[in-house]
């Protein structure tokens, strides 16, 4: 049974006739769309014993600071901790990446590089080793004879760390990290063996080896369904289930999307939200039919921006907000941390500044400030995106290439209370923030565009 995890950017699988865990890098992923799909390719090595984890690298991937201290720290103790000994790079296009990769990895594990899964099953002896049965145990793929803790007991485990029968596991943890300090990084052979050794202690002094055999056992007891055991199904809904449900989710908006744009001639008015956030339509929706603006179509994305809050966004949001553009809204609404990203899908508001002006009461008019950009502030936001992005430095452009004309993309709301009262919760979590109302680019009822803006500002002051 081949195990799997799949996401938008990391597909894991656990290859059961090899033993391996077998990692696909689909392209550049950045905290959570890395960090959790690589401990659960941690998670399957160590539920399954597995000595070789293989790593296709399918792309030409840049690692963030970040997550690579992540991965020092974290990710390679988590694998060496689980008993992984060989890591295999598979390069098929000779990328540069894949050495960094090696040199990243090689003072804590067994580094080799190959062209295809076949060659890494080759070089870890797993194309030779034999499997006696479809339910028997994956073998040792490093042909390596029994060590003599292997069939220790946890007790006796305990004793070799020098720790009381009672002791936790942060006890065992710690007592782990000041062992297996002293032989870390070090190349030669007693070193190594002596490494290995104490993570094979630990493994059994956590209790770990033991959960994994009584876990085999009790599997081998399991019914089968399409030739997968029942746990087996659990884990891959378990994992996958969310994936699964939010491309459900935007499948069916993107339908609605579709319906309400053929049958735009019912509809008065389309407004997009757009930002990190959950919105309830509900109250603008009321608010605008009372105002004779009949069947609005009212919808949202939760976008997520460059941020220091490590926050990340979903492709399949931006899928959706992409989706929504086709309604042609009349009325834009992003969150204050969004719209600068966003500038080229804002039309100048000027045309019909003194028309929304003179629509709306005092209350709302002294609530309110006019945001101005430039396609030179564009620019230099683009360029955070794209670094965001890790892309090459020569895809930044020059601000200076871009005039630095203020262009009027919107009004903002000064008191991020009111966001609420317009079924707005921003996700932000260490900042207020507001929300700024714009013309979609390519709105061609200006008339329209400035009653609905004013309708919406004259209720949220009301």
Request: charged share 30%; hydrophobic share 35%.
């Given at each position: 049974?081949?195990?799997?995890?799949?996401?938008?950017?990391?597909?894991?699988?656990?290859?059961?006739?090899?033993?391996?865990?077998?990692?696909?890098?689909?392209?550049?992923?950045?905290?959570?769309?890395?960090?959790?799909?690589?401990?659960?390719?941690?998670?399957?090595?160590?539920?399954?014993?597995?000595?070789?984890?293989?790593?296709?690298?399918?792309?030409?991937?840049e690692?963030?600071?970040?997550?690579?201290?992540?991965?020092?720290?974290?990710?390679?103790?988590?694998l060496?901790?689980?008993?992984?000994?060989?890591?295999?790079?598979?390069?098929s296009?000779?990328?540069?990446?894949?050495?960094?990769c090696?040199?990243?990895?090689?003072?804590?594990?067994?580094?080799?590089?190959?062209?295809?899964?076949?060659?890494?099953?080759?070089?870890?002896?797993?194309?030779?080793?034999?499997?006696?049965?479809?339910?028997?145990?994956?073998?040792?793929?490093?042909?390596?004879?029994?060590?003599?803790v292997?069939?220790?007991?946890?007790?006796?485990?305990?004793?070799?760390?020098?720790?009381?029968?009672?002791?936790?596991?942060?006890?065992?943890?710690?007592?782990?990290?000041?062992?297996?300090?002293?032989?870390?990084?070090?190349?030669?052979?007693?070193?190594m063996?002596?490494?290995?050794?104490?993570?094979?202690?630990?493994?059994?002094?956590?209790?770990?080896?033991?959960?994994?055999?009584?876990?085999?056992?009790r599997?081998?007891?399991?019914?089968?369904?399409?030739?997968?055991y029942?746990?087996?199904?659990?884990?891959?809904?378990?994992?996958?289930?969310?994936?699964?449900?939010?491309?459900?989710?935007?499948t069916?908006?993107?339908?609605?999307?579709?319906?309400?744009v053929?049958?735009?001639?019912?509809s008065?008015?389309?407004?997009?939200?757009?930002?990190?956030?959950?919105f309830?339509?509900?109250?603008?929706?009321?608010?605008?039919?009372?105002?004779?603006?009949?069947?609005?179509?009212?919808?949202?994305?939760?976008?997520?921006?460059?941020?220091?809050?490590?926050?990340?966004?979903d492709?399949y949001?931006?899928?959706?907000?992409?989706?929504?553009?086709?309604?042609?809204?009349?009325?834009?609404?992003?969150?204050?941390?969004?719209?600068?990203?966003?500038?080229?899908?804002?039309?100048?508001?000027?045309?019909?500044?003194?028309?929304?002006?003179?629509?709306?009461?005092?209350k709302?008019?002294?609530?309110?400030?006019?945001?101005?950009?430039?396609?030179?502030?564009?620019?230099?936001?683009?360029?955070?995106?794209?670094?965001?992005?890790?892309?090459?430095?020569?895809?930044?452009?020059?601000?200076?290439?871009?005039?630095?004309?203020?262009?009027?993309?919107?009004?903002?709301?000064?008191?991020?209370?009111l966001?609420s009262?317009?079924?707005?919760?921003?996700?932000?979590?260490?900042?207020?923030?507001?929300?700024?109302?714009?013309q979609?680019?390519?709105?061609?009822?200006?008339?329209?565009?400035a009653?609905?803006?004013?309708?919406?500002?004259?209720?949220?002051?009301?």
């Amino acid at each position: 049974m081949n195990e799997v995890f799949d996401s938008e950017h990391i597909n894991v699988e656990y290859r059961k006739d090899d033993n391996i865990v077998l990692v696909v890098l689909k392209g550049t992923a950045i905290r959570d769309h890395f960090r959790t799909p690589m401990m659960h390719a941690a998670d399957m090595v160590m539920r399954h014993s597995c000595k070789v984890m293989a790593v296709d690298v399918g792309a030409d991937i840049e690692l963030g600071e970040n997550d690579a201290t992540w991965c020092k720290k974290v990710l390679l103790a988590n694998l060496k901790k689980s008993g992984l000994e060989t890591l295999v790079l598979i390069d098929s296009c000779g990328l540069p990446v894949v050495k960094k990769c090696a040199e990243f990895c090689e003072d804590r594990l067994d580094v080799k590089v190959c062209k295809s899964y076949d060659e890494a099953r080759e070089l870890t002896g797993a194309a030779k080793a034999e499997k006696t049965s479809e339910d028997t145990a994956a073998p040792d793929v490093t042909d390596k004879p029994e060590s003599k803790v292997s069939k220790m007991t946890r007790e006796e485990a305990l004793d070799y760390m020098g720790l009381s029968h009672e002791a936790d596991i942060k006890e065992i943890d710690d007592r782990f990290w000041q062992m297996s300090k002293l032989y870390r990084g070090k190349d030669d052979p007693e070193s190594m063996a002596m490494e290995d050794e104490i993570a094979e202690v630990y493994d059994i002094a956590s209790g770990r080896r033991d959960a994994r055999l009584k876990e085999e056992k009790r599997k081998e007891s399991e019914p089968k369904y399409f030739g997968r055991y029942k746990s087996d199904w659990q884990n891959i809904i378990q994992y996958n289930w969310r994936n699964w449900l939010l491309a459900a989710v935007v499948t069916v908006s993107a339908i609605i999307v579709i319906v309400s744009v053929l049958n735009n001639t019912k509809s008065d008015c389309a407004i997009v939200l757009f930002g990190h956030m959950q919105f309830d339509n509900t109250y603008l929706k009321d608010t605008l039919v009372e105002n004779n603006l009949l069947r609005p179509y009212v919808g949202a994305a939760d976008i997520v921006v460059p941020n220091d809050e490590d926050q990340v966004g979903d492709q399949y949001m931006n899928t959706l907000f992409d989706a929504m553009l086709y309604t042609e809204p009349c009325v834009l609404i992003s969150d204050e941390e969004s719209y600068p990203y966003y500038f080229y899908v804002f039309k100048d508001l000027s045309p019909i500044e003194d028309q929304i002006m003179n629509g709306l009461t005092e209350k709302a008019k002294a609530g309110i400030e006019p945001v101005y950009m430039s396609e030179q502030d564009n620019a230099r936001y683009q360029n955070i995106l794209i670094e965001d992005n890790y892309a090459d430095d020569s895809d930044l452009l020059d601000p200076s290439d871009y005039p630095d004309t203020p262009i009027l993309i919107g009004f903002r709301i000064t008191d991020p209370q009111l966001t609420s009262k317009l079924g707005v919760d921003c996700y932000w979590q260490d900042r207020e923030t507001t929300l700024v109302l714009g013309q979609y680019k390519n709105s061609n009822d200006p008339d329209l565009t400035a009653k609905v803006i004013t309708v919406i500002l004259n209720a949220a002051f009301e």
